[in-house]
Nanobody, 124 residues
Framework: QAQFIESGGGSVQAGGSLRLSCAAS????????VGWFRQGPGKEREFVAL????????YYGDFVKGRFTISRDNDKNTVYLQMNSLKPEDTAVYFC?????????????????WGQGTQVTVSS
């Protein structure tokens, strides 16, 4: 069973930056497309960004507006989400999701594998 483990969450002030990591355990990350989703208190899970397994297809949620960058290093079996200019409304639990093969989706239920989540808190 493939496992994907997030790290890098924390607390920052508005305008600050964080870099989240999603590491694959027991499987080669190069075989998976990876997405990031987030879920704030009392909210539905929201699409943040995705990158396909070759890294040539990247999409972001509308709210990102150039602040976040998703990237992957298959040699390190890791996908990153660099988040800059963070706002209090970015406060949420951020989840890494993965699906095997070339396909991708912005819909949470289409992703087969999920990490445990990492908390991001942005204070004003």
């Amino acid at each position: 069973q493939a496992q994907f483990i997030e790290s890098g969450g924390g607390s920052v002030q508005a305008g600050g930056s964080l870099r989240l990591s999603c590491a694959a355990s027991g499987r080669a990350m190069s075989n998976y497309g990876v997405g990031w989703f987030r879920q704030g208190p009392g909210k539905e899970r929201e699409f943040v960004a995705l990158i396909n397994l070759t890294g040539d297809i990247i999409y972001y949620g509308d709210f990102v507006k150039g602040r976040f960058t998703i990237s992957r290093d298959n040699d390190k079996n890791t996908v990153y989400l660099q988040m800059n200019s963070l706002k209090p409304e970015d406060t949420a639990v951020y989840f890494c999701a993965a699906r095997w093969g070339h396909s991708w989706s912005k819909i949470a239920r289409d992703w087969a594998y999920w990490g445990q989540g990492t908390q991001v808190t942005v204070s004003s």
